[in-house]
């Protein structure tokens, strides 16, 4: 049902207009082309807009970013000050009046908003700095002039305030609510006590000592007696020891606000909505609608009003919006597919919200497939991995430049009506055959099967003609020529997959051919199929073989007919499938007994390079397979195959880190360093002195676990007898920010420590991606696993991998270690240069000597576009990248060159590579594996 399959979006509503006023064709010498040709470039300027919305939100978001950073670096000045002035005041018996320049901040949150907005531990009660203004004291407001420069500090105003919370704790920009204040209660050293906040009313909340913050006079004020609260505490213990108080300490109380307007309740739809997550099955379903008159007005609100309102269900799938209508295959939890099935169709009097875009404009309603997919069953081979939205200046690519009457496309045949008249023509068919007479028979209808070439090879109507076009938009010339000289009375019946294309090929047959008899089949084959299993059960099905359909499925075996050839042996069958080598995908045909044999894939290279750049096999009989595809028989067609039949086998355990990180993280899938790369840096790693490896850029744990593996094989070669540690021996340090990503490495790190890397590791990996078991986020600060008996390796949580390390060079951090061997960033592609200085200024991060391993610095390619140079080279001996085809790789370069962050990431990545290769205090190596790494040694 949607046979596209380039992807492109845009938040835009399209310029209705200027489609319109063109004819179907822009002449009458115009082609199919020309009119793709159009089609792309409205495509385009729909990106276009696009783009330009998002590069301002990045713009927005990188300013707030740049806000952050340099408050978080001029907090770390006013600490600094702060020690000195400490410091400067050891040896002085008295009490002076010099205020440390920061407040300290804790925010407790009450236990409603800690429920409603499903808070963790560091939102309900956190710890945060506020600068103190030099001309802060009693008189503040007399000494200020502009209010602007009052929205400036948090201790100033309740804006200030507010934004500056917001930064900390995040949540609760979703919520209203009053904030509070109270002194610190201390304990006998100095020590700030802490407690659980409530929901306690105003008068019970000031006789507790809380005082409101309504004004910017109140929070002036309590941050005025935090402070003389500070100076009476200091006074208090000049003769005492030190006290544990350094600085004026104010506790802020955050409270539901009991005056904010009621939540609006839910929709009625969503009324005893069961758990989506807890539904045993996924139903798979498709439908599409042609909205009359000015169809949809604006189709980027309606993509958003989509994503919002399907959220709720965890619905997953591919839908295109236009103005022309909605054409959507999706996966719904079973146990909520009633509620799905409302929203979509429930009048707006109702309380629904789509009867302007779907509701009674869908054509035969929604498709559902008659047999749920186990849960199990979906999540080892999903049909969707996300729910994708997309907008296009048409939901099914046609070609042309004006879009015809969609209302008027023939007659909309019911599946059973459709099944009695097919039958019956072949009946009437084979009586015509067997007399040998037609000069008496009525004629019979022309079936036209109007889906792609690749579709009909596994599955058709009987007496259907297939129109065997490589794309929908050429379906046209096609029609023209094969009915030129048929009578415009004839009947026609045409079929697809749904019944979308068939609404756009009779609207053409009728409107533009003039043909009088035209019918379609309701719903398609999908519909079709679930008419005859649901009301015909005992009917022979007129379809034969496999219905092919654009997800994960590939395909719905109907009968068990096998009308297809194999790609490899000839035989006949009825799977349709993609060739398992990613670089290659190529759609085929090919039988049950090849697809075991090449595991999957087209040929016998690409059958070498599934199998040895990803696992070891199972079985025995698949062990003689790899053994076979390793003999001297085998014929490389590229370097790429040929490189990876030559090199020792993957882990096992790396394969299934690959497919654990594309079932928990499937946007990040390709961030996955693969196996080439990844046994590069296991090699590396134990190549180094101590096996010591700072890593900035967990992810899911793959190449920690190259590095982890490396690094216990340098600490055996250097005969080093204990487990390494952060001060001494083989450790690897890891950094991340991502809470879910650091989750599912602490998964895959704890089966490597207690399984090591074979079979058995690969068996309690496949588990997780399974069972869901042992994967969450990460909730702890840290985790150390073990490998080995030799090694160590410890996952730190950070909010900023630079500043961490920029305190780690310092030597001020608790994060503090021993210098180490190699430092692997894989980490903000917009701050490398950040990152390396803080490498090789001084020696407390990296050993003179150690290297600097920077991922991702070919960027797809596109440098050589920043570089000013252009690569139209498709060279199968091309050094871009020995692990993909070059074909496939230029046909990237050719789609990321459209991607503006794509283009201003390659532009900021040659930056980055100019710089350092001038750097006088290092020395670098660029290495075209996989997307480029560049080894840059510290002098």
Not at 260 to 287: C, G, H, I, K, V
Not at 544 to 561: C, H, Q
Not at 700 to 714: Q, V
């Amino acid at each position: 049902m949607l046979p596209q399959s380039s992807i492109c979006s845009s938040p835009h509503p399209y310029v209705r207009s200027s489609l319109v006023k063109h004819p179907l064709f822009a002449s009458n010498n115009a082609t199919p082309s020309s009119t793709a040709s159009y089609h792309a470039t409205a495509n385009q300027q729909i990106v276009a807009r696009r783009n330009e919305i998002n590069r301002q939100k990045r713009e927005a978001r990188q300013k707030a970013l740049e806000k952050d950073r340099e408050r978080n670096l001029k907090l770390r000045h006013l600490f600094s000050e702060e020690v000195q002035q400490r410091h400067a005041n050891d040896g002085d018996t008295g009490i002076g009046n010099d205020v440390p320049p920061m407040f300290a901040v804790k925010v407790v949150t009450c236990r409603t908003l800690r429920a409603e907005l499903k808070m963790n531990g560091r939102e309900k009660r956190g710890r945060m700095f506020v600068e103190r203004p030099t001309f802060f004291g009693e008189n503040t407001m007399k000494s200020i002039d502009d209010e602007e420069d009052a929205n400036n500090y948090a201790c100033m105003s309740v804006k200030a305030l507010k934004q500056t919370i917001h930064e900390f704790f995040r949540r609760l920009k979703k919520s209203t609510y009053v904030l509070s204040a109270s002194l610190p209660v201390l304990d006998q050293e100095g020590n700030v006590l802490m407690y659980d906040d409530d929901d306690s009313e105003d008068e019970d909340r000031q006789m507790l000592g809380m005082w409101p913050l309504d004004t910017d006079e109140d929070v002036q004020n309590a941050f005025f007696e935090a402070e003389q609260f500070f100076l009476h505490h200091q006074k208090q213990q000049q003769h005492d020891e030190m006290s544990a108080m350094k600085r004026p300490t104010l506790i802020i109380h955050v409270t539901k606000d009991p005056n904010a307007p009621l939540p609006p309740p839910p929709p009625p739809y969503l009324e005893n909505l069961p758990d989506p997550n807890a539904s045993p099955t996924m139903t798979m379903l498709s439908f599409y609608a042609f909205p009359p008159n000015d169809g949809i007005v604006d189709p980027n609100s309606t993509a958003d009003q989509l994503k919002r309102l399907w959220r709720p269900f965890r619905a997953l799938g591919r839908v295109y919006v236009a103005n022309e209508g909605v054409n959507a295959q999706m996966a719904v939890p079973t146990n909520v597919l009633p509620n799905f099935l409302k929203c979509c169709t429930v009048p707006s009097d109702q309380g629904g919200e789509l009867s302007h875009v779907l509701g009674s404009y869908m054509e035969n309603g929604i498709n559902i497939d008659p047999i749920p997919v186990p849960m199990d069953e979906f999540r080892q081979n999903p049909a969707f991995r996300n729910l994708h939205i997309r907008v296009r200046s048409q939901i099914v690519a046609d070609g042309f430049d004006k879009p015809l009457d969609w209302q008027s496309a023939g007659y909309d045949m019911p599946p059973l009506e459709w099944h009695a008249k097919l039958k019956e023509a072949r009946d009437k068919a084979r009586a015509v055959q067997s007399k040998g007479d037609t000069s008496s028979a009525d004629p019979l209808p022309i079936v036209f099967d109007c889906r792609n070439g690749y579709e009909t090879q596994v599955g058709k109507f009987e007496l259907a003609e297939p129109l065997q076009t490589e794309n929908f938009r050429d379906s046209w010339d096609v029609l023209r020529e094969r009915l030129k000289d048929t009578p415009k009375d004839t009947p026609i019946m045409t079929y697809c997959t749904g019944g979308i294309r068939c609404v756009k090929v009779n609207a053409y047959l009728t409107q533009e051919l003039e043909f009088t008899n035209v019918s379609r089949l309701a719903g398609g084959i999908i519909g079709y199929d679930r008419t005859l299993n649901e009301q015909a059960p005992t009917e022979e099905a007129m379809f034969k073989g496999v219905n092919y359909v654009f997800d994960g499925r590939m395909g719905r075996r109907i009968t068990d007919d096998q009308l297809g050839t194999c790609f490899t042996c000839g035989s006949k069958t009825h799977l349709i499938t993609n060739c398992k080598n990613e670089n290659c995908h190529k759609r085929m045909v090919q039988c049950e007994n090849c697809r075991d044999s090449f595991f999957g894939t087209c040929s016998e290279g690409c059958k070498t390079r599934v199998v040895n750049s990803r696992a070891a096999p199972d079985s025995e009989s698949n062990a003689n397979q790899v053994q076979k595809s390793k003999g001297p028989d085998i014929q490389y067609t590229n370097l790429g195959d040929y490189s990876s039949g030559h090199s020792s086998p993957t882990p096992p355990l790396l394969y299934e880190i690959e497919l654990n990180t594309a079932a928990f993280m499937p946007t990040g899938a390709h961030m996955v360093s693969g196996a080439m790369q990844g046994r590069f840096l296991t090699m590396l790693a134990s190549m180094t002195r101590e096996g010591r490896i700072l890593e900035i850029g967990t992810f899911t744990g793959y190449a920690t676990a190259c590095f982890l593996e490396g690094a216990a094989i340098a600490g055996k070669l250097s005969g080093f007898q204990r487990i390494g540690t952060r001060d001494e021996g083989p450790y690897v340090l890891s950094l991340e920010r991502d809470r879910r990503a650091l989750g599912v490495a602490a998964a895959h790190l704890k089966v490597m420590s207690e399984h090591g890397m074979n079979d058995q590791a690969a068996g309690h990996a496949a588990e997780l991606r399974a069972t869901d078991s042992g994967v969450g986020d990460f909730d702890a600060e840290s985790v150390t696993v073990e490998y080995n008996n030799m090694a160590s390796c410890e996952l730190l949580r950070v909010s900023d991998a630079l500043a961490t390390l920029e305190e780690m060079a310092s030597g001020s951090s608790s994060t503090s270690a021993a210098p180490f061997d190699i430092a692997f960033v894989d980490a903000d592609k917009t701050r490398l240069t950040e990152y390396v200085d803080a490498l090789v200024s001084g020696n407390n991060l990296l050993k003179k000597g150690g290297l600097i391993v920077v991922d991702n610095v070919l960027w797809k390619g596109l440098v050589l576009d920043a570089s000013g140079v252009v690569d139209d080279s498709d060279s199968s001996d091309d050094e871009y990248s020995p692990e993909a085809g070059q074909s496939s790789l230029k046909n990237e370069r050719d789609i990321l060159r459209k991607n503006r962050r794509a283009r201003k990431l390659a532009n900021k990545m040659h930056r980055f590579n100019s710089a350092v290769v001038q750097d006088d205090r290092v020395e670098v190596l660029m290495m075209p594996i996989r997307d480029g790494l560049s080894l840059i040694r510290k002098l």
